[in-house]
Every structure is written in C-alpha cells, then in structure tokens.
C-alpha cells in the first residue's frame, strides 16, 4: 500500500507543473544570481579605471618620480587610475560633478581629496600611500648612499627604481583548513541552508493534505479505510524525495555549471542535503500542526521562522553570525537553519569531523522533535463534525 | 466604491499574516539598522581586522611588521603562553573571533636579510570571502617590500637598522580631505543599510499580501459574478489597485515611522527626508509589481516562489547584500533593468548628502526611472486584467 500511495503521491504533487518548475528554478536562478554577484570578489576581481586628476602645480613639476610613474601608468592597458593633469579650480568642478573620483596633490606627503568613503576612493589612498612610502624610501638610499660617499652612477636611479616597482611576494596563502581552490563557496552554502528549509513549505502542505478539519481532500482520506500515519508517511515520503531531488539539482547545477567545487566532501554534503531537507520538512510539518490557523497564517509563520533563523545564520550578512556566536551562544544552537548552515562550514574548514557531526546530530534531534511533535498531534484525532 | 471598500475588508481580515511578515521583516531591519552602524565617518577610519599574529621567532623585523599592523589591525590573543593550537585557531577563524591569521615561522628574519626569496615566506590564513583582509595582504606586503630596498642597497645592514628606517618611510601617509563632510554623519550605515533592507523586505511583504488579496477576486465563481455586474471592469481593476495602493502607502507610514525612532541627529534632517521619499518611491513601484503578478499568477506555491526569487534575487543583484561598489560592472548593467537597482543607487547617493544644494541629477534619474517602472508594472497590469476578464461565452 505503501508503494501505490507514493506513487499517487507523486503524481499529484508532480501534476502542479508550477509547482515543480519553481521548486527547481528558485534555487537555480538565486545560485545564478550568486554567482553573478560574487564573480567580481574573486581573485580575478576586475575593476575599470578610477578616473582621478593631479593639480599642476610647482610641486607637481617636481615630483618627477611621480610624473614618471603616471606616464608608465597612462601607456598601460589595464591601468589602476586614469589621470587628468590640471588646475585647482577645473579638478575641484570635476569632483563635484563626480566625474573624479579625488584630486591629488602631490608632495612628499601627498593629498588626496575626495567626496566621500569607498572602495575607489581607498584604492586611490593606497596607490598613493605605497608610491610616497617607496619613493621616501629611495630617497633616503640615495642620500644616505652619497653621505657615505658611495658611487652613484648613471643609470643607478633608474634601475633602482625599477627594482623597486618590482614587488616580490612574502606572503604564503594558507587555506582556513582542508585545501580549497576558491574561498567563494562558502557564501553557496548560504544558499543550500534557506532552498532545504524551504522543504517546509511541502511539509505543510502534508499536513493540510492529511488533517481532515485542514482540507476536503483530507477529510475524504480520512474516511478512507487506510491508516492516516501510514498514509502520511508515504506521502511524506514522496514530498521529501521531490523536494531533494531539487536540492540534488541545484548542488549538480553549482558543481557542474557554475563550476563550484565541493573537492571531494560530494558525499557529506549530499548527506548534509539530506538531513537538511528532512529536518525543513518536519518543521513545516510541526509548525502547520501546531500553528491554528489558516493556511496563509500558517505559510507565513513559516516564512517567519526561516526567514529569521536564515538571518541569524548569517545567511544575509555573514557579521550577524559571528556576532551570535560571540554574545549569545544557546541562540545559534536553538537555530535549526544554523545548526545546518555550520554543518556546511564544517565540512569546508575543518579536517575532522567532530563539529560536522555535532551540528548533524542537533540538526536530527530537532527534526525528531518535530517528527514527534507532528504525530502526536495528528494520531487519533476523532471529529464530532466537520 | 464597493470594490474599494472589500478589497480593505480582505486586506484587514488577512492581517493577521501579513501581520507576521511585517514584524519579522521590520525585526531583522531594526536589528540591522541598529547594529549596522559601523565606524563610517568621514574620515578614512577603517574597521580594524581582527588578527591572530604567531611569530615563532621575535626579532626587531617581525616586532616591526606588529608594530605597523597596529595601524589597520585589532591583535586577538589565541591560546595561551605556549601558543596557539592549530584546532583552536581553525575554531577561532570559523566563530569570527579572527579574520586573519599571521604566521611567521623561525628563520625569516635570517632569510629576509639573507634575500632568500624561498625561505622568506610568511604564511596567511585569511577568513574566505572576507575583502577586508586584502587590504592586510597590501600592507604586509608593503611592508616586506620597503624593507627589502634597505637590504639590497646596504651590505651589513642590521635587521633593527631595517625596521627603524622602513618604520620612517611607512609612517608617511596621504592626507585624505572630504571635500564635504558626508551627511548623516553618525547613522550612515545603519540608516543606509535598513532603507536598502527595505527594497528586499517591503517588496516581499507586498508582493506576499497584495497576492493574497488578489486570490479572492481570482476566484471563478466570483470573477463571473462580477462579470454579471453592471460595474464596467475597468473600475473594478481601478478600486482594487487603490484599494491595494493605500494599503501599500499605508505599510510605507509604518516603515518611516519605525526609522524616525532609529533617527538619533534630526529627524527632519535632509538626509531622512530623501530616504523616506525614496522609500515611497519604492512602496509604489513593489505595489504596482505585486499588483501585476497577482493579477498574472494564481496558485499559492508559485506566488510564494516567485517572490522569493524576484525579491532576493534583485536584492543581490540591485547592492543590497552586497554594496554596489564591488559587483561587476557587466551585472550592475543587467541590474540597471530592475527598479531595485536604481533604488539602492539613490540611496547610496543620499547617504552622501548633507544639505539641499548636494542633489544631484543622478537622484533625480534615479527617482524618475523608479516612476516608469511603476507607471509600466500598472499599465501592464491593467492590460493583464481587462484581458482576464472576458470570459468565454456559455
């Protein structure tokens, strides 16, 4: 009996087409829309010029190191700064129209004036700030060179300057934990969080579908000869299957078309999907069971609660989690979308296993609490009338 | 009038629900706006990063490098006296206690000096998909870099002569002027971000409620009884949408007031009043958008997925969790088709006003590419529903 009532069961959930092309499209236009989003934080983040002037001024016609540097930079493709030499008075109109982003002046201490705060803005301050710095430096060389009275020849100044344009790099990238190619996937599994919970929505419809005072189709089911556990159950059964089949969707679709790689943990975070899927169902289960209501009331405490612990999971700003974890604790333990959230960080930082297990176990005890909480409250309901 | 009136009713019996919403979304706004108000003033005073700095050896060089980090960097002791562990490190970099992690193994100094450029590695662990700690890259390597001049000039250098001189050189920097002093001085983030908050919430609450009002006249038993009566349909559709607007201008008193209360420094200050008129703009073009899918979209599920994906979706790309600043400049193209987008530019532009004469044409783009869009959503609304509504004869 079990088999044919998930096959109906299936059937029907797959006749709403509506049903089933959004169920897929959300999490695959959202993980798109990622995508597009994060594509430029990247190591290969690309930002066009940042148009700027430098004011003509005596100091300016001295700074030759500087003029140097800015003509090297306007013969580049790619440069970091697109530069207008000119007055005062045309530089500050340019920055009001915004049509620079600052003005500079230059000098042994230079100056920069600007609008307002940002990323162009400090970019410029740090171009700036390096050039002055390794300028001061060579200065300081060369002086401290002829008071020792050392030689300097012909083109020494070129070529130190050369070699000092040439950065080498100190620093070594250790990744946080296991090996990971790019960072970025990390905000993905901010994603997979909210799409399982939304298997909520599904276990609300079970329990509409299953309650006879929720629903005429229920209360025929319940007049029918069947068990109404077992017929939950397989009917549950089918909504979870649907529901992770769409999970396995999106995680091929960030794997194979978005190129995210989940390097080797394929099974855990499959398994992780799993666990999560389960958990968002029961609890929209639990919380149409629980809930009285109808069923728009219903559906938006569901939003409610997964919009809000999907925000204290950091899943909108990353800080709110941190900031949890750091004052108040039992918060981020009482968060079932939390607790699956760090199962996914888990997996990505740690080599071990014993936090991935912990959250897992959590995760599992709530769902129990749900599962528990749902049949308690739909076991041997009798209805004087309906 | 009696289409007008009913629409009310139902947006009245349906409170309770949307009630939920609102209270949620305006939560997690409160909360942001409150938290949210970080250290953007009008100097470059930048958020420190929080770092774990491990040195295995303590030389004038690496004492040096800490001393200077102390300019952009908040030291956080991890372990204790014998040293961090790498578990607890790892746990302390997945809480957020750290951001960054600066291991200096023994033997650099000797191989910084030395120029051995294999040897003289230091190792960085930094939090994944944290921009801010690029800027610690720089500086490290800034620093490496200036000292490396004085090794390459001078023969026998010693490593505290190194770090003296590099400290000289690195303590010049650019002097940064506002040209202006950036409006909304202390509540600049948190305001700004709560309004941009409000392009992904209010377009949820609306489209969710005005979807759910809609449902009732969709129904085919009332949608033919009103065909049966003598009210032309093009003033049904028109009651229903000011039923719907009033209920959405309504939401947007309710939002404006809960931001005075936020408001520390004048709450008729320049900056709030653009905000909350932008926002109104906003209330208008997310009505006349869930105006239009409830006309267009029926069943329960598909209303619910649809706004999840047109309301997070054009948040991401529009800047709202992530600033415009930093999304590519092919996607905010993309991006500038969505209402959403030229919503968050002029509240970016706002946040930078401080008195009346700082408007710019680009608000005033802003704010009337806001109305097409809401003028298009009615227009193609109303098509829409003169179109439903003639049904087939019998």
């Known amino acids: 009996m079990f088999v044919h009532l998930f096959t109906y069961r299936l059937k029907t959930l797959l006749r709403d087409r509506a049903l089933v092309f959004w169920t897929l499209a959300f999490p695959l236009i959202l993980a798109t829309l990622f995508h597009l989003a994060f594509a430029n934080l990247g190591p290969t983040a690309h930002f066009s010029s940042i148009p700027v002037a430098v004011i003509d001024n005596q100091d300016f016609q001295e700074a030759q190191a500087f003029q140097m540097t800015l003509e090297a930079m306007a013969r580049e493709q790619d440069a970091l700064l697109q530069v207008t030499i000119t007055d005062r008075e045309t530089a500050e109109t340019l920055l009001r129209n915004e049509d620079i982003v600052g003005y500079i002046l230059a000098g042994r201490e230079m100056e920069l004036h600007v609008n307002n705060t940002g990323l162009r803005q400090s970019i410029v301050n740090i171009f700036l700030n390096q050039f002055s710095q390794i300028s001061d430096a060579i200065d300081v060389i060369i002086t401290e060179k002829q008071t020792r009275g050392e030689n300097i020849e012909a083109g020494f100044i070129n070529d130190f300057i050369n070699h000092a344009e040439n950065r080498a790099n100190y620093l070594q990238n250790v990744p946080a934990g296991r090996n990971r190619p790019n960072a970025l996937f990390i905000l993905y599994f901010a994603l997979l969080g909210m799409s399982c919970f939304y298997g909520a929505y599904f276990g609300l419809t079970e329990v509409m579908d299953i309650e006879a005072d929720l629903s005429v189709r229920a209360a025929r089911l319940n007049l029918s000869p069947q068990h109404k556990l077992g017929a939950f159950l397989s009917n549950s059964s089918a909504s979870l299957l649907l529901h992770f089949c769409g999970q396995l969707v999106l995680l091929a679709y960030l794997q194979w078309g978005l190129n995210v790689s989940f390097a080797g943990q394929r099974f855990f975070i499959i398994l992780t999907t799993l666990a999560g899927s389960f958990t968002g169902l029961t609890m929209g289960a639990f919380i149409g069971t629980l809930v009285k209501g109808n069923y728009d009331f219903k559906e938006s405490v569901i939003t409610g609660v997964t919009m809000v612990g999907a925000f204290l999971a950091g899943l909108m700003f990353p800080d709110v989690k941190y900031f949890i974890h750091n004052t108040l604790p039992p918060l981020a333990w009482l968060n079932p979308v939390n607790l699956l959230a760090d199962s996914y960080y888990a997996l990505y930082y740690f080599e071990d296993y014993t936090r991935y297990a912990q959250n897992i176990a959590l995760l599992l005890i709530f769902a129990l609490i749900f599962c528990s909480g749902t049949y308690l409250s739909i076991r041997r309901k009798k209805y004087a009338s309906l | ?394």
């Not at chain 2, 003033?41 to 030389?59: G, L, V």
């Not at chain 2, 049904?236 to 947007?252: R, S, T």
């Open chain 2, 1 to 394: 009038m009696q289409v007008f009136k009913l629409t009310l009713k139902i947006i009245q019996k349906n409170l309770l629900p949307m009630g939920i919403f609102v209270g949620v979304f305006l939560g997690i706004s409160l909360f942001i706006g409150v938290s949210g108000t970080g250290t953007a003033t009008s100097d470059f005073a930048r958020t420190k990063i929080k770092i774990a700095f491990i040195a295995q050896e303590k030389t004038p060089l690496t004492q040096g490098l800490k001393d200077n980090l102390e300019k952009i960097a908040e030291f956080v002791e991890i372990g204790d006296s014998q040293g961090a562990t790498d578990e607890a490190l790892q746990e302390a970099l997945f809480f957020g206690r750290i951001q960054y992690i600066v291991r200096i193994p023994s033997g650099f100094t000797e191989a910084f000096m030395a120029s051995d450029k294999e040897r003289a590695i230091i190792q960085k662990t930094a939090r994944p998909a944290d921009h801010s700690t690029k800027y610690a890259d720089m500086f490290i390597q800034q620093y490496f870099n200036t000292a490396n001049l004085y090794v390459q000039s001078f023969e026998g250098i010693s490593a505290q002569q190194v770090a003296a001189k590099t400290k000289q050189n690195l303590d010049l920097e650019t002097q940064v002027f506002m040209a202006r002093v950036s409006g909304n001085n202390d509540t600049q983030g948190g305001t700004l971000l709560f309004f941009n908050f409000l392009a992904y919430s209010l377009l949820a609450i609306l489209m969710l409620g005005i979807s759910s009002t809609m449902r009732v006249f969709k129904d085919k038993n009332i949608q033919q009884r009103n065909a049966c009566s003598p009210l032309p349909n093009r003033k049904l559709n028109m009651q229903l949408l000011a039923g719907n607007l009033l209920f959405a201008v309504a939401l947007w008193f309710l939002m404006s007031g809960l931001c005075l209360l936020l408001q520390r420094s004048g709450i008729f200050s320049v900056g709030i009043v653009l905000f909350l008129a932008n926002a109104l703009l906003l209330t208008l073009w997310a009505a006349s958008i869930s105006f239009f899918i409830g006309n267009l979209v029926t069943s329960r599920n598909v209303i619910m997925a649809v706004t999840h994906v047109l309301a997070l979706g054009t948040g991401f790309i529009g800047g709202v969790f992530v600033p415009q600043e930093f999304l590519g400049d092919r996607l905010l193209q993309f991006a500038s088709f969505t209402p959403t987008f030229w919503y968050v530019k002029a509240n970016t532009a706002i946040a930078q006003v401080s008195s009346w004469s700082d408007l710019s044409p680009d608000l005033l783009e802003a704010a009337g590419i806001q109305l097409a869009f809401a003028f298009a959503f009615l227009s193609l609304a109303l098509l829409i529903g003169k179109k439903r509504n003639i049904l087939p004869s019998y």
